[in-house]
């Protein structure tokens, strides 16, 4: 099926930048300027908005990683889900948390200043090898290690990490193990379950295909009540659904993820495109979108010209996510092919020396053609 009247029409762009931003789907927009009416003449907003739309949202993201809809805190982004987990756990001066080095800055801002606050140590893992695998982190694993904080699918150069592996081995060790799932969430097939990771984390503005200021919390169930209750949103109180008569003493946070929801969790110029956007991305079948990113994808490696490019991720499409980056022969060679793709409206990210391709569903071969035609000249 043609998706792409789904979408914007990018006219003479070729846009190859999910991993950047991606486009909202026009159901989504169209939610978007519902809401915005709403708070154009705000006695038409409707009362379940303020945790019935949270709470749809929660039920569409746990249809899409298979979880429980109350394992879901609604946050701003994986920044904001990142510090939601340093806020749960309960830390032990001595405490030491795994980051791999050239991971994305979000990690390393959260977790350094914490260590610092809290005499803790944070441990960055070099790779033995060109990318990141599971066995770089089991192997620093010690009697201190408490947390192990890394990406699902790098955003530099689209490396799979074997999930299962490093959790494996992290639950025999009895430490936590958080994903961030910015990079592959509503791209690839995924079992929260089948990960066996203790938290998640994901911005919404990806291939969640949903605006700026979303994304998400995923908590183990069953570990949702060993973790510390630490300062939580109003809007999360056991009963604060009852505006006529909130409870002013007594607070205790409401069973489930939501107690650590970002404040105004019902941001409904967001949360209303973001649960279009889901439905869209339900509605497609992520499978759809994997395999369909997937062909475009194996053949820009295929045709990659191997005379004045390598490629900069993984060629096993196995340990892969769902896109490719690929550089030049030098770092000032691959910046002035980005330059010249920018220039010739084919829209990619430059990140750490290499050019990042993330398509979409609007894309179509003739995009890959483009981008081939233009490195090989």
Avoid at 77 to 90: D, N, V, W
Avoid at 92 to 97: K, N, V
């Amino acid at each position: 099926m043609d998706w792409r009247n789904e979408f914007a029409d990018f006219a003479d762009v070729a846009y190859l930048n999910v991993s950047t931003q991606g486009p909202v789907p026009l159901v989504a927009a169209r939610a978007a300027q519902v809401a915005i009416e709403w708070k154009k003449s705000p006695h038409t907003i409707p009362q379940e908005t303020y945790f019935g739309l949270p709470d749809r949202v929660r039920a569409l993201l746990a249809r899409l990683i298979n979880a429980a809809p109350e394992e879901i805190a609604i946050t701003t982004g994986a920044s904001s889900g990142l510090l939601a987990a340093a806020q749960a756990i309960a830390w032990q001066p001595g405490d030491e948390i795994l980051i791999a080095r050239g991971e994305f800055p979000a990690h390393s801002a959260t977790w350094i200043p914490l260590a610092e606050r809290d005499a803790l140590s944070v441990k960055i893992v070099t790779p033995a090898g060109r990318f990141l695998a599971a066995d770089d982190l089991i192997a620093q694993l010690g009697p201190r290690t408490r947390l192990v904080s890394v990406s699902l699918v790098r955003f530099d150069d689209a490396s799979l990490l074997d999930a299962q592996r490093l959790a494996a081995a992290c639950r025999r060790s009895g430490v936590y193990v958080l994903l961030d799932v910015s990079q592959c969430a509503g791209a690839m097939p995924m079992d929260v379950r089948a990960l066996g990771a203790d938290f998640l984390v994901c911005a919404g503005y990806k291939w969640l295909l949903s605006p700026y200021g979303t994304g998400f919390l995923w908590v183990r169930g069953d570990l949702i009540d060993q973790l510390r209750v630490a300062p939580f949103y109003w809007m999360a109180v056991e009963g604060a659904a009852n505006f006529h008569s909130l409870p002013l003493a007594g607070m205790k946070p409401a069973r489930g993820a939501r107690r650590w929801d970002s404040p105004e969790t019902a941001s409904f110029f967001h949360l209303a495109a973001m649960e279009a956007a889901l439905e869209f991305l339900l509605r497609v079948g992520v499978e759809n979108i994997w395999t369909h990113n997937a062909v475009l994808i194996e053949s820009l490696i295929e045709r990659l010209p191997r005379d004045t490019c390598v490629l900069a991720s993984p060629a096993d499409a196995a340990t892969r996510g769902p896109f490719a980056c690929f550089a030049a022969r030098s770092s000032e060679k691959t910046q002035a092919l980005y330059q010249k793709l920018s220039a010739e409206k084919i829209i990619v990210a430059l990140r750490e020396n290499a050019i990042r391709v993330a398509p979409h569903l609007y894309n179509a071969p003739r995009d890959i053609d483009r981008l081939i035609s233009s490195i090989s000249v």
